[in-house]
């Protein structure tokens, strides 16, 4: 069974950091772009960041360049998002999702079930 | 960006309606459209890409059409599950961006 995990969601002070981690298991992460996703609490989805299989490119959307940087660990199938500089306006469920399609863009499949981010003092 | 967006926001309806959604992005996108499904409290389900091939395991009275800016999911005979938002997804280009949903509820 495809399945992804996240983990590392919590309580942060704004200006702070949190590093999310994602799992995954049941295909070979090594050959798949992936993805992070957001979702404010009763908002809509919003892209973060993509990653290629290889690492060599990273894409962010732009509130959060400079701030936010997804890495992976093909040994350990293994996705994670570091989050710098925290705002409260980053305050969301963070969902990691495989990429299938064209190389480099396509529809997310499947999700994780999310890790709630929450930026407050 | 391309802006998606959808209409209606929300609509109710009844089991067994006939359910149509529809999704315009800002500027041509071919086919390089994907629906998705969100229940509370849950994360996402991908139904449709390609703007109409069904994904695998996704019941077939969903379906998908349009290509270019105008697109619909249309949910032939509604089903008690199926009462949850709906979201398109733009791949052509990015940054990928998402319409603000349709909520689909219970008349």
């Known amino acids: 069974e495809v399945q992804l995990v996240e983990s590392g969601g919590g309580l942060v002070q704004p200006g702070g950091s949190l590093r999310l981690s994602c799992t995954a298991s049941?295909?070979?992460?090594?050959?798949?772009?992936m993805t992070w996703v957001r979702q404010a609490p009763g908002k809509g989805l919003e892209w973060v960041a993509n990653?290629?299989?290889?690492?060599?490119?990273?894409y962010y959307v732009d509130s959060v360049k400079g701030r936010f940087t997804i890495s992976r660990d093909n040994a350990k199938n293994s996705l994670s998002l570091q989050l710098n500089s925290l705002r409260a306006e980053d305050t969301a469920v963070y969902y990691c999702?495989?990429?299938?399609?064209?190389?480099?863009?396509?529809?997310?499949?499947?999700w994780g079930q999310g890790t709630l981010v929450t930026v407050s003092s | 960006a391309i802006r998606m967006t959808q209409s209606p926001s929300s609509l109710s309806a009844s089991t067994g309606d006939r359910v149509t959604i529809t999704c315009r992005a800002s500027?041509?996108?071919?086919?390089?459209l994907a629906w998705y499904q969100q229940k509370p409290g849950k994360a996402p389900k991908l139904l449709i890409y390609?703007?109409?091939t069904l994904q695998s395991g996704v019941p077939s009275r969903f379906s998908g059409s349009g290509s270019g800016t105008d697109f619909t999911l249309t949910i032939s005979c509604l089903q008690s599950e199926d009462f949850a938002i709906y979201y398109c997804?733009?791949?052509?280009?990015?940054?990928?961006?998402f319409g603000p949903g349709t909520k689909v509820d219970i008349k």
């Open positions: 390609a703007a109409s």
């Open positions: 049941g295909f070979t992460f090594s050959s798949y772009w």
């Open positions: 997804q733009q791949y052509y280009t990015y940054p990928p961006t």
């Open positions: 500027q041509g996108i071919s086919s390089n």
């Open positions: 999702a495989r990429i299938d399609g064209t190389v480099g863009s396509g529809w997310f499949d499947p």
């Open positions: 990653i290629k299989p290889d690492g060599s490119e990273k």
